[in-house]
């Protein structure tokens, strides 16, 4: 008798022990024995996770680097793109979680067992062995899954949001890339037109015709030009770096960077752009926002039902050698909690977020007019600037310089149609610097190309390729 109920008793903690082992094992050969490549493989997300196919091989930019290049190198590289990546992966495994089932229990009693008199032993022992489960009602289990699924729609719709964000500081940080390659290249002009000045007005003050005043100025000027020419190259090297920042490099691989950078292009309407806040992320996520937190409030109305926890098992009588079955049912009475204030909490969360999403919108609508119209004033702008302001500034700076060739002008009106000119072409890449910069903004705000807005036909065409 004594060893039946000791062998039922080492069995039944034998099953135990067993499954604990089983996963201690499982998590030693992910930490030792299996390959590294598969535990990257769970950790690291793929090129199709950050919307690039996986055929797709992206080489670290070498060279003349364009904006497209750019883009796509960052959105697979981007060290805060691909942590928020695990964040969508850690949804998943919340999804995936919240769809098991409870595990069941298995429970061991021995009873009437050392103590005294008949009882100091085995002899009288009463052992148990029963399995429980917990049986959800009202649809729990389902009602968690669906809320889980919707979670991890929410982290994908904001993961898109990030990406999109990636794409902006990306097409912005060319800009001023393209930017500081226009302002080098007109500080040396200057430094080129400047080096020419000095030089006729050394041959002029030799030959008497002109003060030495004129050379001092005149050498003055190279000097600030070439200081200048020096700060532009500066913010070149730092431009360049800012860049390659976005996809994670400290250093830069490229040589120069390529673009339309002088090109203008058609500005659709505020009402042409409204209805296509719809698509960004930033508001899309608010729509699944909402089924969340309705989903939220239908699981917690479910967990106002109380569980049944189910079991049964086997009763071994040491003393006469006998046995018996157990069952056992077990019901939460819900007398004071009926998850009340639970349901109330998720009433309240899912009217802030109908209100969050009201306010996004208009906050959206609010930056879409506000930057349409900078847009546009930013075109008024480069156009007066093109057809008016520069030709007129090269036609006086070059008249002013054949005439003091001609001894017509003194080297103070060279001097200052020189200025005029050459700041007139750096206000005109400023200004060029905001059109693309507002654009960009304009794309992020609606979630797509302006090119696809000015031409519906081929971006539809594009989209279904």
């Keep these: 008798m004594l060893q039946k109920g000791f062998i039922l008793l080492v069995i039944s903690s034998a099953i135990v022990l067993c499954g604990c082992e089983s996963i201690d094992n499982n998590v030693n050969q992910l930490d030792e024995n ?232 058609p500005v659709p309407t505020f009402e042409e752009l409204t209805g296509l806040i719809s698509q960004n992320p930033d508001v899309a996520r608010w729509v699944v926002e909402k089924e969340r937190r309705c989903a939220a409030l239908e699981l917690e109305k479910a967990k106002a039902t109380s569980d049944i926890r189910l079991g049964g098992g086997l009763q071994y009588f040491n003393e006469g050698d006998d046995s018996a079955f157990i069952l056992g049912l077990s019901i939460p009475i819900p007398l004071f909690d009926r998850n009340q204030g639970s349901i109330d909490e998720a009433m309240y969360m899912l009217a802030k977020t109908q209100e969050y999403h009201k306010a996004i919108e208009i906050n959206t609508l609010a930056a879409l007019a506000e930057t349409v119209m900078e847009l546009s004033s930013t075109i008024n702008e480069i156009t007066v600037l093109k057809n008016d302001v520069l030709p007129s500034a090269q036609s006086a700076f070059d008249a002013a310089s054949q005439g003091y060739n001609e001894g017509k002008f003194e080297y103070l009106d060279v001097l200052d149609a020189q200025r005029t000119f050459f700041e007139a072409r750096g206000k005109y890449i400023e200004a060029l610097t905001k059109y693309h910069k507002a654009r960009a903004d304009v794309e992020r705000l609606i979630a797509q190309s302006l090119d696809g807005v000015n031409n519906p036909l081929e971006a539809k065409a594009e989209k279904s390729k």
Excluded: M
Excluded at 193 to 221: F, N, R, W, Y
């Design 34 to 265: 299996a390959p590294r490549q598969d535990i990257q493989a769970r950790l690291i997300p793929t090129e199709r996770s950050v919307g690039v196919s996986p055929s797709t091989q992206i080489d670290i930019p070498t060279g003349v680097i364009n904006l497209r290049d750019a883009v796509a190198f960052a959105l697979v590289r981007n060290p805060n793109l691909n942590a928020y990546s695990l964040e969508v992966k850690a949804a998943e495994a919340r999804n995936l979680q919240a769809s098991l089932l409870p595990n069941p229990e298995i429970e061991v009693e021995v009873e009437e067992f050392g103590g005294t008199g008949g009882r100091t032993r085995f002899d009288s022992s009463q052992t148990t062995v029963q399995i429980g489960q917990l049986i959800e009602l009202a649809g729990k289990r389902n009602k968690r899954t669906n809320l889980a699924t919707l979670e991890k729609d929410v982290v994908e719709w904001d993961y898109k949001s990030k990406g999109l964000d990636v794409k902006n500081e990306v097409t912005k940080r060319f800009i001023d890339l393209l930017a500081a390659q226009e302002q080098l290249d007109r500080t040396k002009e200057l430094v080129r037109l400047s080096e020419q000045a000095h030089l006729a007005v050394i041959q002029k003050v030799t030959a008497g015709k002109d003060s030495p005043v004129d050379e001092t100025k005149a050498k003055v000027v190279l000097s600030i030009a070439r200081i200048e020419s020096e700060r532009a190259n500066k913010t070149l090297v730092s431009a360049c770096h800012h860049l390659a920042a976005t996809w994670g490099s400290l250093n830069p691989t490229f040589e120069k960077a390529e673009g339309n950078f002088y090109e203008l292009f």
